[in-house]
Structure formats: C-alpha cells, structure tokens
C-alpha cells in the first residue's frame, strides 16, 4: 500500500478514505479525529469526534455541548479500529489533552504530530517519539533562525523587570488555551506566590486546568471596576493578546505590555504590537528539536504541513529522506 491511499491532504483536511475520517478537518465533515483544542485544529460541527477525554471537554468549553452531533474519548496508547484502520493516540506535549495520531494499516503507519513541542512542560502530557512510515509534522517555526530559548530564562526576564519596576502593571499576552497557563505555571516554579489576576477569557480554562491537576496558585479576576486600582501596581496580569489593545488593558495602572510567544524571536513583530518586554516562549519545536525528531524517528517518508514547509522539506532531502509539503490550508498559530 502507497502512503497517499492510507492518507491524503484533501479539501477537508487530511483524509483516511479505507477508514472514512478525516484527521483535524477544517470544515464540518460526518467523522473527525483531532489532536487537539485549539481553534484551528479542533472546530465545532463534525457528525462524530474522536478525541483525548481533554480536548473533548476544552471543545465542550470553547463551543458548548453541541459542538459535535455525538463524541467518542480515547486514552493514550489506547488501540481503537476503525473499518479495518488501527488509530492510536500518543503524547504531543503542545497543551492539555495534546495528541499526535498514529493511523495504520496492512504495517503501514503514518503518524500524525498535529502541534508538538519537546521542551518539559507540566501543564500537558509530555511528547512521546512514535516510530513510523511516515511522519506527519508540522514547521512553525521551521527556519534555521529559530532557535527558541529556555523558557525558564524567559521568565526570569519577566521577575528582574517585575523588580526593576515595582509600580507598573506587567500585561502579560497569552494565547487562552495552553499558553496562559504555562505563563502562570512558570511563574509559580520560578518562585512567585502572589496572586495573578487573570482577564476574564481565561478563568473557565484556568479553571479545567487546575481541575485537572495542573497547580496554578491563586488566580484572581482582573476586574477594575470592582478594585481599587492601586492593587495592581506592581502585579501580573495575564490575558489574550485581543485584550491588550482596547480600552481594558489602558485603564492599568502605568502598564508594561509583555507578550509570550515564539514570534518575539522576531523584534520586528514585538516592535510592530507594542511589545515592551517580549518572552520567547513557544508551545511549538523550534529548528533543531524539529531536525532532532526526525533523525531520532528515522521515518521512510516526512510530509509537512503548515508552517515554513519548504526549508524542512529541503533539510529533509540532504539527509536523504523522501519529503514533500501538504500546502494544508486553514491552520494558524494560536499555539503559539
């Protein structure tokens, strides 16, 4: 069996025809397996879904109950069959009920990575390296540029300017699923105790994720109508980046905008939103883990999706592995 009658990029999205699903489909279809709960990857509308128990329930928070006609939960390393195609989910350490999907057939086995990430991260299941014929991976941030810094570094910038200015209210920007709470859980693991007043868009999921085991410290509502302004002098705020351009984010007092994402690599893109103290922080591979996954999985083939594609299908050539772009259309960085 060739890889592309296993698997194939199709209108949808990335197409099982021997199985009748469609792997992160971008448009409504009748059967769905997502990786993940971020907006691109995981959108309301499909017949059924199969997804982590986690993503099910971050879809259930981010478009309520109907989201799917109805709803199946897999376990990691769980083996299901669907119409004589095994499916297992692994792993992908990107966020919270994060998983890549392995799909196979007759010993062909095409994974799926959907969003990874290889750097410890407490708040999600950490990346597990899955052997296969194919793998499916994403590029991001794949240029030889990208070489993301330690993110515990990055939030030591954040205390030293916390220090620096005392009075001034640090605005943190943090995309609402995955990164606010991994800005939050770095804080904590840094040493800071006090509270961390959160913008509303983000207490439902800080909510699941402590629900969910994942110690966050106490979190408390950026609300100022309701407070005395003078309690955020000084103190961390954390919301989504939409929020820091309205009215909201000016009423703080003497605000230091900060924005968490691998983008702040690029001082060009900081500068153009008004970043004053950008964190090079990524839920994403930079260059080398990407280069380091695939020597270390050793695939037949690579096909890559959204993201710089060309520069990792390039790479994947000089070291003599079959590779080529899927050109897949409709995923953004969210996670990033």
């Known amino acids: 069996m060739r890889p592309d009658q296993l698997l194939y990029p199709a209108p949808e999205g990335l197409f099982c025809p021997i199985g009748g699903f469609y792997v992160d489909p971008v448009r409504p279809v009748e059967r769905a397996l997502v990786t993940h709960g971020h907006s691109d990857h995981a959108r309301a509308g499909h017949g059924r879904v199969l997804a982590t128990r986690q993503t099910l329930d971050i879809m259930r928070i981010r478009y309520g109950d109907g989201f799917a006609g109805s709803e199946q939960a897999v376990g990691f390393g769980e083996e299901l069959t669907i119409n004589s195609v095994r499916v297992q989910f692994h792993p992908a350490g990107h966020v919270l009920g994060s998983a890549q ?10 994974v799926v ?25 994403e590029a991001t941030f794949g240029l030889p540029v990208f070489h993301h810094p330690d993110p515990m570094d990055e939030t030591e910038k954040l205390l030293a300017s916390l220090r ?3 009075e001034r209210t640090h605005l943190i920007g943090a995309y609402a699923l995955g990164k606010a709470q991994r800005v939050i859980r770095l804080l904590r693991d840094a040493g800071y105790s006090k509270p961390i007043y959160i913008h509303g868009a983000l207490e439902t999921l800080c909510g699941y994720y402590a629900g969910q085991g994942i110690v966050l410290g106490e ?4 609300t100022i109508e309701s407070r005395d302004q003078s309690i955020f002098k000084g103190a961390v705020v954390v919301g989504p980046p939409s929020a820091f351009s309205d009215r909201w984010a000016r009423r703080f007092y003497d605000p230091l905008p900060a924005f968490a994402s691998g983008w702040m690599m690029v001082r060009q893109r900081a500068k153009q939103l008004g970043v004053e103290l950008p964190l090079v922080i990524s839920d994403h591979c930079d260059w080398p883990e990407l280069t380091e996954t695939i020597s ?11 993201g710089r594609e060309e520069a990792l299908v390039r790479w994947c050539e000089l070291q003599g592995i079959p590779a080529k772009p899927l050109h897949l259309i409709g995923y953004e960085d969210e996670g990033d």
Do not use: M, N
Request: with cysteine; net charge negative.
């Open 164 to 166: 620096q200015f005392p």
């Open 296 to 306: 270390e999985l050793k695939p037949g083939e690579v096909w890559v999706t959204h």
């Open 113 to 137: 990575s959907g969003d990874y990430k290889r750097r410890p991260d407490p708040t999600c299941a950490a990346y597990v390296p899955v052997a296969c014929d194919v793998f499916i991976t």
């Open 101 to 110: 999907i392995a799909v196979e057939k007759d010993g062909l086995r095409i």
């Open 219 to 222: 979190l408390l509502p950026a």
